[in-house]
């Protein structure tokens, strides 16, 4: 399953989600949304306004959301 998360610089939630799928041992890329106008679009798309955004297969959310972290890997 390719795992995206949607982050910006200084973004504690960020931080928080990406610490979280490092602990995990879950494989990830991120896409900074201030470096990519694509990105932001995307994110605009799904109907989000906040980041991090975490894309993972068909299912996706945005915050620090420990309890879908768990459901991944």
């Not at 896409?31 to 990519?36: G, H, P, Q, Y």
């Not at 945005?62 to 309890?67: L, Q």
Request: hydrophobic residues 35%; charged residues 20%.
């Amino acid at each position: 399953m390719n795992i995206t998360v949607y982050s910006k610089p200084s973004c504690v939630q960020c931080t928080a989600t990406t610490r979280a799928l490092d602990r995990k041992g879950v494989q990830y890329s991120v896409v900074d949304i201030t470096a990519d106008e694509g990105a932001y679009s995307r994110v605009s798309a799904m109907g989000y306004r906040q980041v991090p955004v975490v894309v993972a297969g068909d299912q996706h959310w945005a915050g620090f959301r420990p309890d879908m972290i768990r459901t991944l890997g």
